[in-house]
């Protein structure tokens, strides 16, 4: 086979109840110059031999195994094992719209300042998707541009990692999938974000993004809040606009907002002030800084806002209020999940 521009990488494990879903959904691409790298995470059931039945029928399909280490392994091994310039990632469980792959690779060759495209998701099945997940996925889909995903980057993970099209040089090059206490998916996200490289999304829904209960996302701590605002942190307290030397202000002094704002405060960013609109809050001192109305905000040097209020709805409203007395998003201020 000549080496193919694009790769669908599918790390799987354990996966038969919906594999054949899944490859009937990645070989019906109306794209058809592709090679389908699956990689079997030390499978127990059926899942290879589903995997070799297909390769009886599409040469497209190469088969690597591997001792069972996690997904970041199974990744990292299928990217050291790929030629072509361009990768597709893709979970064992979810569904590819038929055009997904044509239209990541004519928006990756036509726009070669892009690292890293997305697609919208729709979730399946319908009757179990809680309404946490919905507003998450509404969320998510809304941040479509490079620059509202460079804006949303500290809010949550802004795209699906099933989703995800990227230059295979430029994920090498930042080192690949990294392992840790952290959702693996997210940091790569961040770690491009530093680098400076830029990620879009495709408006269109071109994947078919799967819910369980078995979910590594519902079932492993390095997905867990608490692993994410960690991961969060970490990023950010590096982030050049925490760098300037203007006062750092925190929008949001509710105890849960305190408590996911210890990681930045422990990285050596502490607020000089909190703002807060409760007016039982007004005049308490929360490590060392107190609370204060948005009024303190109209201020002749501006300080830069780190908004912690982890309401969608709330988020909004609060970037309108900065939005009117002269802040810019990304400038001046960024939501912060």
Not at 7 to 22: G, H, K, R, S
Not at 108 to 136: C, M, W
Request: charged content about 25%.
């Amino acid at each position: 086979m000549n080496n193919p521009p694009l790769a669908v990488l599918m790390p799987f494990y354990n996966a038969a109840e919906t594999l054949a879903e899944t490859l009937d959904s990645i070989l019906s691409q109306t794209f058809k110059d592709f090679v389908l790298i699956a990689v079997d995470d030390g499978s127990t059931d059926d899942s290879c031999q589903i995997v070799r039945d297909y390769m009886k029928q599409d040469n497209r399909i190469e088969l690597l195994q591997v001792e069972h280490q996690g997904v970041v392994g199974a990744m990292n091994h299928a990217l050291n094992n790929c030629a072509a310039p361009l990768c597709a990632r893709m979970d064992a469980d979810d569904i590819m719209a038929p055009e997904r792959l044509a239209l990541q690779f004519d928006y990756l060759q036509t726009n070669s300042d892009i690292a890293l495209v997305g697609s919208r998701v729709r979730l399946f099945p319908e009757e179990i998707i809680q309404d946490g997940f919905h507003k998450y996925i509404s969320w998510q889909n809304s941040c479509i541009t490079p620059q509202q995903i460079a804006d949303n980057i500290y809010v949550e993970l802004p795209i699906a990692n099933p989703s995800i099209c990227f230059r295979r040089d430029v994920v090498m090059a930042v080192g690949g999938y990294r392992d840790g206490d952290f959702p693996e998916d997210y940091e790569l996200l961040l770690r491009l974000h530093q680098h400076g490289h830029q990620m879009a999304k495709l408006p269109e829904v071109l994947l078919h993004w799967r819910d369980s209960e078995a979910r590594l996302t519902r079932t492993d701590e390095r997905y867990s809040r608490v692993a994410f605002d960690q991961i969060r942190a970490a990023y950010l307290a590096s982030d050049p606009r925490l760098q300037q030397g203007r006062p750092l202000v925190y929008w949001g002094a509710g105890r849960a907002t305190r408590r996911r704002s210890e990681h930045l405060i422990n990285h050596g960013h502490a607020p000089r002030v909190w703002i807060d609109i409760d007016p039982g809050k007004i005049g308490k001192t929360y490590q060392g800084a107190e609370v204060v109305a948005p009024h303190w905000l109209d201020r002749q040097e501006k300080p830069f806002v780190l908004s912690y209020v982890n309401n969608h709805g709330a988020r909004e409203l609060i970037a309108s209020d900065l939005n009117s007395r002269g802040y810019r998003n990304g400038i001046d201020y960024l939501m912060v999940g």
